[in-house]
């Protein structure tokens, strides 16, 4: 384990249900991430928490909702997907954003999503 | 804005050769530069990063980057690949300062190591 737990591993939805995806870090991280992953693409950055705030939301739809309740834990909530929606999201965490972020980021092992 | 380019999907080596993974860059200033593996089923895990100093970074399992600044380029390189090698490696790019600080991930490069 990284230190950055994901759950649940695996998820399959239809397109009318509503789910949420954890994540969680005890690491003392002041920021958390959510970045989907396809297949052959760029990584892609959806959310950014600093100390609980939001301070990116790279346009993603708003049929995914995130969630920060403290610094350790991130959640996404997730309703009315559609089928390219399927994909593997990553969280994750570093000790702060901004100039001094010159640090890796520990990732989560991901929730494999499926939305039929 | 920033960029990175992996403009290989996959690169194939033997046990033993050496490999090398390219990575070419975009960014405003001197760039801060990562290179992540993901194995299976797994998260990314770093594996080294150069901000300043010495052109040549040396990380994790045997692995090292080389920063060529005329060039734009942080290949990843390993002297003698192993079977265990065999991942999905990310290239990332953060500017110094301005912007948001958040890295700009590649889209990958699939290593496999044949026996």
């Known amino acids: 384990e990284t230190g950055v737990t994901q759950t649940p591993r695996h998820l399959v939805m239809g397109m009318t249900n509503k789910k949420s995806l954890k994540c969680e870090q005890h690491?003392?991280?002041?920021?958390m991430y959510w970045y989907k992953q396809s297949a052959k693409k760029p990584l892609e950055l959806m959310f950014v928490?600093?100390?609980?705030?939001?301070?990116e939301n790279n346009s993603v739809p708003s049929r995914f909702s995130p969630e920060c309740p403290n610094s350790s834990h991130l959640f996404l909530h997730l309703h009315t997907l559609q089928p390219e929606d399927s994909a593997l999201y990553l969280c994750?965490?570093?000790?702060?954003?901004?100039?001094?972020?010159?640090?890796?980021?520990?990732f989560g092992s991901g929730t494999r999503l499926t939305v039929v | 804005a920033q960029s990175v380019a992996q403009p290989e999907d996959q690169v194939n080596v033997a046990e033993g050769n050496p490999l090398t993974v390219k990575c070419t860059y975009s960014?405003?200033?001197?760039?801060?530069l990562f290179w992540y593996v993901q194995y299976p089923n797994r998260g990314l895990q770093f594996l080294l990063k150069?901000?300043?100093?010495?052109?040549l970074v040396k990380g994790s399992y045997g692995f090292e980057a080389e920063f060529n600044k005329s060039q734009t380029s942080f290949h990843l390189k390993k002297p003698s690949a192993l079977v265990s090698d065999s991942a999905l490696y990310f290239c990332?790019?953060?500017?110094?300062?301005?912007?948001?600080?958040?890295?700009?991930f590649g889209r990958g490069t699939s290593l496999i190591v044949h026996p």
């Open positions: 928490y600093s100390l609980e705030e939001r301070v």
């Open positions: 150069y901000i300043t100093g010495d052109n």
């Open positions: 960014v405003s200033g001197n760039p801060y």
């Open positions: 690491l003392g991280h002041n920021a």
């Open positions: 994750a965490s570093s000790q702060d954003i901004g100039s001094n972020s010159n640090y890796g980021y520990t």
């Open positions: 990332a790019v953060r500017p110094p300062y301005g912007g948001s600080y958040i890295p700009t």
